[in-house]
């Protein structure tokens, strides 16, 4: 079964980018269907979409957030990858990936999602 | 974006029924799906559209749409289904290709 895993550094400064890495495992990034999404969760609150993205490197972000975002796909290593610029205290937050399932018009889900990892930006 | 809104928190006696709702103009048009949320762990689905169950979910779950709102009822709620509980659909202000969540429910089970 599908299996994703978040990684990237823990730990970012403010004005920097923060970078980050969604490995796939047990099936094909490259499989028809499937969108592949960034979700994040500031401490104690609720969920946030990020933006997604396609096998073939089509996208769609948050438009909160798609000035300082890139959300880019490497199909040969199984892996899709985020990347958030001039970032500052308020992006702190857990940061998940999950595929994001799309069966006929309109219809999409999240499933599943990685175990999430937190980033913290401070100096 | 467009907005969900979700009920605040509710309190359910082990046993008993309880129904959140996820209220928003993109239902009218898109299917809800929810997500259970326990302290410090990744979301999981428990209902994709069109109110189906994922397998290894139990059939205490169901979801229902009604106009504007989507809902989501534990019948014969447990102790391990305390939890935060998300709804989300699409986007629809733009090109419809985003994504929303609600607010969140926190379900207490007594």
């Known amino acids: 079964q599908v299996q994703l895993q978040e990684s990237g550094p823990g730990l970012v400064k403010p004005s920097q980018t923060l970078s980050l890495t969604c490995t796939v495992s047990?099936?094909?990034?490259?499989?028809?269907?499937?969108?592949w999404s960034w979700i994040r969760q500031h401490p104690g609150e609720g969920l946030e979409w990020i933006g997604y993205i396609y096998y073939t490197g089509s996208t769609y972000y948050n438009p909160s957030l798609k000035s300082r975002l890139t959300i880019s796909v490497d199909t040969s290593k199984n892996q899709f990858s985020l990347k958030l610029s001039s970032v500052t205290a308020a992006d702190t937050a857990v940061y998940y990936c999950a595929r994001d399932r799309v069966v006929g018009v309109g219809l999409n889900w999240f499933d599943p999602w990685g175990q999430g990892t937190l980033v913290t930006v401070s100096s | 974006s467009s907005e969900l809104t979700q009920d605040p928190p509710v309190s359910v006696a082990l046993g008993q029924t309880v129904r959140i709702t996820c209220q928003g103009d993109s239902l009218r048009r898109y299917y809800a799906s929810w997500y259970q949320q326990k302290p410090g762990q990744a979301p999981i689905l428990v209902i994709y559209?069109?109110?189906n169950r994922p397998s290894g979910i139990p059939d205490r779950f169901s979801g229902s749409t009604s106009g504007d709102t989507a809902s989501l009822t534990i019948t014969g709620a447990q102790a391990e289904d305390e939890a935060v509980y998300y709804c989300?659909?699409?986007?629809?202000?733009?090109?419809?290709?985003?994504?929303?969540f609600g607010g969140g429910t926190k379900v207490t089970v007594l």
């Open positions: 047990g099936g094909s990034i490259s499989s028809g269907g499937d969108y």
């Open positions: 559209p069109k109110n």
């Open positions: 989300n659909s699409r986007d629809i202000t733009g090109n419809h290709l985003g994504r929303v």
